[in-house]
Nanobody
């Protein structure tokens, strides 16, 4: 079992920045691939970014490339999402996900999910 708790969401003006955190507990975190997804009201949950267990491999949705950066600190069992140059269309609930396979994470079929944190970007 892996428990995930997101934090760091909030209200920010367009062009601003936020850093989301996802703290994990339970099984060995360092062997687990992680990812971020987001879901806006009335829309499906979409992939945002993923990171391999070592941190060497990352992947991003086209809509956030160059603006968002995913990273992890295995000693702290935490994954981060640095979000810069935020746009109103980035407004969503952001979810953290974890599983052994990064492909499983990216497919949105992770076994483990956090409860979500709201990000609102005003224009």
């Amino acid at each position: 079992q892996v428990q995930l708790v997101e934090s760091g969401g909030g209200l920010v003006q367009a062009g601003g920045s936020l850093r989301l955190s996802c703290a994990a507990s339970g099984r060995t975190f360092s062997n687990t691939a992680m990812g971020w997804f987001r879901q806006a009201p009335g829309k499906e949950r979409d992939f945002v970014a993923s990171i391999s267990w070592s941190g060497a491999g990352t992947n991003y949705a086209d809509s956030v490339k160059g603006r968002f950066t995913i990273s992890r600190d295995n000693a702290k069992k935490t994954v981060y999402l640095q979000m810069n140059s935020l746009k109103p269309e980035d407004t969503s609930v952001y979810y953290c996900a974890a599983d052994l396979s990064i492909r499983t994470v990216e497919a949105g079929t992770s076994r483990y999910w956090g409860q979500g944190t709201q990000v609102t970007v005003s224009s």
